[in-house]
């Protein structure tokens, strides 16, 4: 400890010539981080050995969420709060690295999945390495003007990167038709709770392999001079804005297998310093999961490398075939990676090639097994002229797995049918799940504090099943500690958003809070006409006993998806209304959070008295915020979809508040046809929420029944070419929801009751710990090994 101290010290004398209370937030953050990097350097020099000696696993993501580093590392390590006071000797207040932006390189639940593992894994010593990008622009930065979406670019870098080790001596290069660039390694170290284990996150930046063509700067083309830099450099530069959806663009493909091959030539290098050009222990030594369809051009990549060892395509695609496996994390059409096959050719010719060849090997042995020609047909990998990513990673893997039993069942007999019934032992489930140190220890210390001396011990750090032991405590008192807390933190969020938004939010309202980004799918709308639906009964005196609600919203929505922003605008014409109306402001209150990220998120979870989670049945794979705001002890306003079905069968489902259709009456509607415009011709109160769109009640910037709410009206009431009225059955849902809000607004009165159901959810939350997804991955893919 002392020692960092005194590393810190000489870091800000030699950087920056600099006491260390002279330092800016971001000198003395690099001066911190470079410091803790000092201190961990033989941890994780010795984890590095130790997992080159065992089989091992490799995550290829193309996002990873890391959000901030240095609480984290700090708590990790067990020096946050020596450090907190150390600095505070100094003058300086730990909060300054408030300042410092989120490393943001991922859009959501996937990408944020994926740093949850990480730590997960370093923690119960699972050899678990990440392999990913580095973009230089991560997830934009969301600002709201006039109730728009406004997006700017994150520029996460200008405070340098104190966590990640350049190794310019491991850089390799990656051949496009027509394009070589140099892929360059950065190398984070993740950091294990209670152990010395260290696992390491590479990621790799894209340069020029030639800087600078001096012969052109010469002739004084200056363009032409830094063109293959600049071409190079723009392989990595930004993150592609969709969560679950596709985008078929040449740069996101030369993204994809940018990295594929890097990590790939890097995984053999290291092979071949041990066992020479001896490839037939390959697969016995490592095992890599595809964080859903985005990585899987390294599995032709693998051929093609092994080929380029001398194996023959079949033996090179069999080594593949053992070493991977693949994670899907949706079911939605639009998400699926569907690739042109000219625009594959047009990129990457070589790789394509060697997919037709895996795509003619499947229909093969589906002959061979005798499978009748229209399944064969629904299973071509390549189909008119389109690579199909999840079939071929499908084939191409020992498992396939979904992230909720759920969703896993719904592959199984829906989106993945055919390869279940030919190969049903290549299926699995694991539960998505969350690290307890970032998403309780470090957000929350004072609920963290009430647990440990309830169930005597922070076992729960590293082994959160411990918190089962809460049942048997939950009294009065207990009761009475954690509403305590509760009102604390909700207080803490109300100056944080005051802080960063400017609102003054009352802390001794409801917060029920919706936070995740925006999707149809997700129906943030549904919420919204919730809250039009009370706002209108609250007026006309028909709803009594409301205890005042705040209303919070926090979503980014991807720039190209024109709904999605409307929505936002809808949500924000909402705030406007209800916040100045005389006669609700003090009973209804809505904000729309600007930003929402991973820093946020640490802020809002632990406040929230109600976590929606109001997706279509059968859409939402898992979800990882519910689990987040179960832990943190709210119940869930939600639909039986994804994890919210087990966070349900854990905690009772009589402590969540559950409402709408469930994925068989989704079912038997697609089926039997369903009527959103006869339902809102039936019930008045429906027409007026949803008329709101088109009445003049708001404001969209069009002219009146003509701009993007018009759009949104026409799509819940109108079938058009490409899709049926209400795709997402809000109307439908509408009722009930309101039914089930109004309930827990009125059973939150009984704060004891209440409070009840809080502390069920949390010491039920024990199964939803990364940790536990993390072990059963090791134990049952990849067979590697963990800490006993
Ligand atoms: N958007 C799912 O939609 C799930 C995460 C992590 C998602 C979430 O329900 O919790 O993955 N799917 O498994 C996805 O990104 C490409 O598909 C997500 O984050």
């Known amino acids: 400890m002392g020692n960092i ?405 719904i592959l199984k007999a829906d989106v993945l049918k055919e390869w279940y019934q030919v190969y049903p032992e290549r299926f699995q489930n694991k539960t998505n799940g969350i690290t307890q140190r970032r998403w309780l220890g470090l957000c929350n210390p004072e609920l963290s504090a009430l647990i440990t001396e309830k169930v005597g011990s922070d076992a729960w750090l590293t082994d959160l099943s411990v918190l089962e032991k809460l049942n048997d405590c939950i009294d009065t008192r207990t009761i009475t500690k954690f509403n305590n807390i509760k009102k604390k933190k909700k207080q803490q969020l109300a100056d944080y958003i005051k802080k960063m938004d400017g609102y003054d939010v009352n802390p001794d309202s409801i917060y029920d809070i919706q936070v995740k980004r925006l999707h149809e799918y997700k129906r943030q709308l549904l919420n919204a006409f919730s809250i039009m639906t009370i706002y209108f009964r609250l007026k006309d005196k028909k709803l009594k006993n409301w205890t005042p609600t705040t209303f919070i919203f926090g979503a980014k929505a991807a720039p190209g998806y024109a709904r999605a922003k409307a929505i936002i605008k809808y949500i924000n014409e909402i705030a406007k209304l209800v916040n100045n109306d005389p006669e609700t402001k003090d009973l209804l209150q809505v904000y729309f959070i600007s930003n929402y990220n991973v820093s946020y998120a640490e802020k809002i979870v632990v406040a929230a008295d109600l976590s929606e989670q109001t997706s279509t049945a059968g859409l939402e794979a898992s979800g990882t915020g519910n689990m987040k705001f179960m832990l943190n002890g709210a119940p869930t306003l939600g639909t039986l979809d994804g994890a919210n079905v087990e966070i349900a069968e854990c905690a009772g489902i009589e402590n969540e508040y559950i409402f709408g259709a469930k994925v068989e009456d989704i079912e038997r509607m697609k089926k039997e046809g369903y009527h959103p415009k006869a339902l809102y011709d039936a019930n008045p109160e429906i027409k007026r929420v949803v008329d709101t769109l088109i009445d003049g009640t708001f404001d969209d910037g069009g002219a009146q029944g003509e701009g993007s709410f018009k759009e949104l009206h026409d799509s819940l009431l109108k079938d058009s070419s490409w899709q049926k009225a209400d795709n997402y059955f809000l109307i439908y849902d509408l009722p009930d929801y309101v039914d089930t809000k109004i309930r827990a607004n009125t059973e939150y009165a009984n704060r004891k009751e209440f409070g009840k159901k809080c502390l069920i959810n949390i010491a039920n939350a024990g199964k939803f710990s990364s940790d536990r997804t993390i072990l059963q991955y090791a134990k049952e893919i990849w067979h590697t090994s963990y800490k006993k």
């Open 5 to 409: 101290m005194e590393k810190l010290e000489l870091t800000a004398q030699s950087m920056y010539c600099k006491k260390i209370e002279e330092l800016t937030p971001a000198e003395l953050h690099y001066s911190l981080g470079k410091a803790v990097m000092g201190e961990i350097a033989g941890n994780w020099e010795a984890s590095k050995i130790k997992h080159d000696s065992e089989r091992r696993a490799y995550y290829f993501s193309a996002e990873f969420l890391m959000g901030r580093m240095m609480y984290n590392n700090l708590y990790c390590l067990g020096i946050l709060e020596d450090v907190t006071k150390l600095l505070k000797k100094k003058g300086i207040d730990i909060n300054v690295f408030e300042d410092i932006d989120d490393a943001a390189l991922g859009n959501g639940g996937l990408g944020r999945l994926a740093a949850c593992f990480l730590d997960s894994a370093a923690t119960q010593e699972v050899p678990l390495d990440g392999y990913g990008i580095r973009y230089k622009y991560g997830l934009f930065k969301q600002l709201i003007e006039n109730g728009y979406q406004v997006e700017t670019a994150d520029n996460w870098q200008r405070f340098e990167d104190p966590w990640c080790n350049r190794v310019e001596d491991e850089a390799v290069t990656v051949s496009f038709k027509g394009q070589t660039v140099k892929a360059v390694p950065y190398d984070m170290a993740v950091i294990g709770c209670k152990t010395t284990n260290i696992n390491t996150l590479r990621l790799w930046q894209a340069e020029a392999v030639n800087d600078f063509d001096f012969t052109a700067f010469n002739n004084t083309e200056y363009n032409n001079a830094v063109q293959e830099k600049n071409d190079a450099e723009n392989i990595t530069k930004v993150l592609y804005p969709n969560d679950n959806k596709y985008e078929g663009k040449v740069l996101r493909l030369k993204q994809q297998y940018f990295f594929c091959s890097a990590s790939l030539q890097d995984i053999m290098r290291r092979y071949k310093k041990k066992h020479g050009n001896d490839f037939s222990f390959f697969a016995k030594e490592n095992t890599i999961q595809l964080n859903d369809t985005h990585p899987v051009s390294c599995v032709p990549e693998l051929v093609r490398l092994l080929m380029n060892e001398g194996f023959n395509f079949d033996d090179a695609f069999e080594i593949a075939r053992k070493t991977f496996n693949y994670t899907n994390h949706t079911v939605l059409g639009e998400a699926l990676e569907k690739w042109p096959a000219d625009l594959m050719t047009q990129v990457i010719p070589e790789i394509y090639h060697i997919i037709c060849l895996i795509a003619n090997k499947c229909q093969e042995e589906l002959t061979a097994k005798g499978v009748h020609e229209d399944t064969k047909a629904k299973m071509r990998i390549i189909d008119g002229n389109v690579v199909h990513m999840a079939r071929l990673a499908t084939y191409a893997s020992t498992y396939v797995n979904g992230v909720a039993e759920l969703h896993t069942e």
